[in-house]
């Protein structure tokens, strides 16, 4: 049992090590339509303007974990980087009423790091369990952003 620990914490900890790439970056999605964000080792803050529809705005924010991560080779040229983690958003909405929403999700999502440009394109997608105002429901969402390293 002791050696099966040790494996674990030893796996958990290479996993960690490599995760999305560190620096600034920008995004939009759903539900965020524009909003910016930092990462340093395998920690996340994003702040945004999230869209609910029906001209209803509000002012947002996330935090995620990224868990893990591994290369995609497509090509002898072409690698992504697949990775994986866990959040939680927050928002506020205002117009026709103004109302809060929080959800907790996990995540998955691609990366490409172009060559000799200082910067990296993603697209992620988020699922888990939100809380509305006293309902609890589905969430989901997911992001297409750029970070400059």
């Known amino acids: 049992m ?15 090590a490599s995760a999305q790439s560190a620096g600034y970056g920008i995004y939009t999605g759903y539900p965020v339509l524009l909003g910016g964000q930092y990462q340093t080792g395998n920690f996340r803050l994003s702040a945004g303007l999230p869209w609910f529809g029906f001209g209803v705005f509000g002012i947002g ?44 999700h996990g995540l998955l999502g691609l990366e490409y790091l172009i060559a000799n440009s200082g910067f990296s394109v993603y697209g992620e997608s988020q699922l888990g369990i939100g809380f509305y105002g006293g309902a609890v429901g589905p969430a989901f969402g ?4 750029i970070i400059f390293h």
């Open 2 to 16: 002791k050696r099966l620990l040790m494996v674990l914490a030893v796996a958990l900890a290479v996993s960690v």
């Open 142 to 145: 997911g992001r297409f952003g």
């Open 61 to 104: 924010a996330s935090a995620d974990v990224i868990l893990g991560q591994a290369p995609v080779r497509l090509g002898p040229d072409l690698t992504l980087s697949f990775y994986y983690g866990a959040g939680a958003n927050a928002a506020l909405y205002f117009g026709g009423g103004s109302f809060f929403l929080a959800d907790a």
